[in-house]
């Protein structure tokens, strides 16, 4: 069975920067849109930004001009680069593969702790 296994979370100061993996263990075929989640304690899951098989980006406004998706088709593989990231940017974070057809693909998720 196929996975997205996630790494690149943890604990940075306000201002700071991180990037995030998702690196699936396998070829998935049909993929349409990779991209990045995220639920802060209390709250719900929420789109960060996504990348579509062409190569369109969207970004959530609350962290446009900080966060740049990007991937690495060959390798299957998505990244999350974050800079200046703040408090309001604490969560875990998942990546999700969505498909032409059938089931998502969800990764673990990653805990993301901004200190201020």
């Known amino acids: 069975q196929v996975r997205l296994v996630e790494s690149g979370g943890g604990l940075v100061q306000a201002g700071g920067s991180l990037r995030l993996s998702c690196a699936a263990s396998a070829t998935i075929f049909g993929v349409k849109t990779m991209g990045w989640y995220r639920q802060p304690p209390g709250k719900q899951r929420g789109l960060v930004a996504s990348i579509t098989r062409g190569g369109t980006t969207t970004y959530a406004d609350s962290v446009k001009g900080r966060f740049t998706i990007s991937r690495d088709s060959a390798r299957n593989t998505l990244y999350l680069q974050m800079n200046n990231l703040n408090s309001e940017d604490t969560a875990v974070y998942y990546c999700?593969?969505?498909?032409?057809?059938?089931?998502?693909?969800w990764g673990q998720g990653t805990q993301v702790t901004v200190s201020s």
């Open positions: 999700n593969f969505a498909r032409d057809y059938g089931d998502d693909y």
